[in-house]
C-alpha cells in the first residue's frame, strides 16, 4: 500500500523559513508530480507547488520566490523549503502524488502537517 509521510511542519515567527519533507513508502513507481496542497479550515484545499518527474515546476502565485519545491526520484521524496513566511501561509499542508495509468491518474495523499506563522 503506497503511503505518503510528511514531516517538517511547525511553528515560526513571520520571515522565518520551514522545510517540508515528504516520502513514499510501498510504491514500486515513480511518481509522475509531487506536490505540496494546503487547506485553513472553512476553504478549499488549494494547490501551493508541484514538480513532475522531469523537473517541471508549478508555484501559486501567493508564494512564487519564497518557497522552492524539489524532489528526489530515485527516493520519491519532495521538499518544500518555505522562506520569508507570512501569517497567511499557516495552514495544513498535505503532500500529493499523482501516478498516471489507464484508465485514470491516481492520487495519494499524506496525513497533512500544520505549519504555523505567528508572532
Known amino acids: 500500500q503506497v503511503q505518503l509521510v510528511e514531516s517538517g511542519g511547525g511553528s515560526v515567527q513571520p520571515g522565518g523559513s520551514l522545510r517540508l519533507s515528504c516520502a513514499a513508502s510501498?510504491?514500486?513507481?515513480?511518481?509522475?508530480?509531487m506536490g505540496w496542497y494546503r487547506q485553513v479550515p472553512g476553504k478549499q484545499r488549494e494547490l501551493v507547488a508541484q514538480?513532475?518527474?522531469?523537473?517541471?515546476?508549478t508555484y501559486s502565485d501567493s508564494v512564487k520566490g519564497r518557497f522552492t519545491i524539489s524532489r528526489d526520484n530515485a527516493k520519491n521524496t519532495v521538499f518544500l523549503q518555505m522562506n520569508s513566511l507570512k501569517p497567511e501561509d499557516t495552514a495544513v499542508y498535505y503532500c500529493?502524488?499523482?501516478?498516471?495509468?489507464?484508465?485514470?491518474?491516481?492520487?495519494?495523499w499524506g496525513q497533512g502537517t500544520q505549519v504555523t506563522v505567528s508572532s
Open positions: 514538480v513532475t518527474d522531469t523537473s517541471a515546476t
Open positions: 500529493n502524488g499523482i501516478r498516471l495509468g489507464l484508465p485514470a491518474a491516481q492520487s495519494y
Open positions: 510501498g510504491s514500486s513507481f515513480t511518481f509522475y508530480s
